[in-house]
């Protein structure tokens, strides 16, 4: 038995292994990128061109321009990095699970302990 | 001569940071997570350490996919913020101990941890998130940060990292020094954040790790990454630097307080040991 992940599927999971990784390079490249502020300034100004300077596909730029994260995931993407992303269109982390998960925004809210009086504090 | 005089593990995340920027500290969402770090500030506040050693993991804010560190060691007197994306919150850089960290370096390489050795080091919430809830000083001793690769697979093993606690003890009690030492990780408790499964969390299962951290370690010592991944969700496996902590402190700990929360999207845990050895 190893301890080290060796691609045991996870529903409903996508594992960011190394070929997750070799895969959504590009994408993941141009995302880190953004924690440059001039570089989000580019990338606000003129997404297509920002995302064309970075090497990206014309696949990889449609799924940023339609904001499909769960599509940004399927292609490598890592969430880490691709919540800078988010962040540069106005995006934040739970408005992306939402449509990762296919709800809206509220129908996601809705499933959380806190929306349903139900996150209870455990001391011990 | 150094010593660890105690060990902290808390999640981290980007969303604590915003609430705490927000000043939602009372917001009834928020004002149970604050209050359960009320007694481990009052704690700290009191035992005054002298140094900070943080095992954490940057979130591609200091490291990128071209050369992914598995262990990095920031070994200068002052580590900056890093821009996650966002732009800079109003908190100063951190101090950091330069002395104490090329000690570290030496003493983990002899002992086997080869960690890439950086001179710049930003750091990011995985850091910075939970430390201005730790304590209202800004900030209270130099920090030493030690980050992991938890994300891009193959990751260090739980007992790799149960071993490079006993080796940072090892590194600590070796310095001539007689600096009294905090050791921090971060990260967890259980959530995902991708995919169909995003939003899970597993609060009897944060409990049950916390359980078991503080009397049977070596349980999660054997456990392997899918099965953190299965019981968390796929990025609570980060959850196993704690494990580091928990070897520092020796075969016996104290535990001082513990408090857990899961509101919105991650299983909010804190627990803090002082060493129990004779």
């Known amino acids: 038995m190893t301890a080290t992940y060796r691609g045991t599927p996870i529903a409903g999971t ?8 070799r895969q959504g390079y590009r994408i993941n ?16 100004a003129d997404e297509r061109g920002y995302m064309t300077s970075c090497g990206l596909t014309e696949a990889e730029m449609d799924l940023v321009a339609k904001r499909d994260w769960k599509g940004l995931v399927a292609a490598g993407g890592n969430i880490y ?21 296919g709800q809206s925004f509220e129908e996601f809210m809705q499933s959380r302990p806190a929306r349903q009086g139900a996150a209870i504090e455990r001391k011990n | 001569m150094a010593r660890i005089v105690g060990g902290v593990g808390c999640s ?19 004002a149970p997570l604050y209050k359960g770090y009320e007694p481990a500030k009052a704690w700290l506040d009191k035992l005054k350490p002298d140094l900070i050693v943080a095992v954490y993991n940057d979130h591609m804010n200091r490291f990128f996919f071209d050369a992914y560190p598995t262990f990095a060691l920031g070994v200068s007197d002052k580590h900056p913020q890093a821009d996650e994306g966002w732009g800079k919150r109003d908190l100063p850089d951190l101090p950091g101990d330069a002395e104490f960290s090329w000690h570290l370096a030496q003493s983990l390489v002899e ?43 193959p ?38 954040l991708h995919g169909d499964r995003f939003g899970f969390m597993n609060p009897d299962w944060d409990n049950e790790f916390l359980d078991l951290l503080e009397h049977d370690p070596q349980k999660l010592v054997n456990l392997r990454h899918h099965d953190y991944m299965e019981r968390g969700g796929a990025e609570s496996v980060e959850m196993i630097m704690w494990l580091a902590m928990r070897a520092a ?19 909010y845990g804190l627990i803090v040991f002082e060493g129990a050895d004779a």
């Not at chain 1, 691709?82 to 449509?99: P, R, T």
């Not at chain 2, 960690?115 to 710049?120: A, D, F, K, S, Y």
């Not at chain 2, 402190?249 to 299983?267: D, F, N, S």
């Open chain 2, 12 to 30: 981290h995340a980007p969303s604590i940071a915003h609430s705490f920027d927000r000043g939602l500290q009372n917001d009834p969402v928020w």
């Open chain 2, 249 to 267: 402190l020796g075969e016996k700990v104290r535990r001082i307080h513990r408090h857990y929360y899961a509101p919105m999207l991650t299983g």
């Open chain 1, 14 to 21: 996508t594992v960011f292994t190394g070929a997750r990784s």
């Open chain 2, 111 to 153: 002992d086997e941890f080869d960690p890439t050795i950086c001179q710049e080091m930003t750091v990011d919430h995985g850091i910075l998130s939970i430390l201005p809830l730790l304590t209202d000083n800004r900030w209270p001793a130099p920090l030493v940060p030690f980050a992991a690769n938890v994300i891009q697979h």
């Open chain 1, 81 to 101: 990095v691709l919540i800078k992303v988010g962040g540069s269109v106005g995006q934040n982390l739970l408005q992306m699970g939402a449509q990762m998960r």
């Open chain 1, 29 to 44: 490249k141009f995302a880190m990128s953004l924690t440059d502020p001039s570089k989000r300034d580019a990338f606000r």
């Open chain 2, 155 to 192: 990751l260090p093993t739980p007992k790799r990292f149960f071993h490079l606690g006993q080796a940072i003890r090892r590194a600590v009690e070796s310095y001539p020094k007689d600096l009294r030492v905090l050791v921090v990780a971060t990260g967890g408790m259980s959530h995902q």
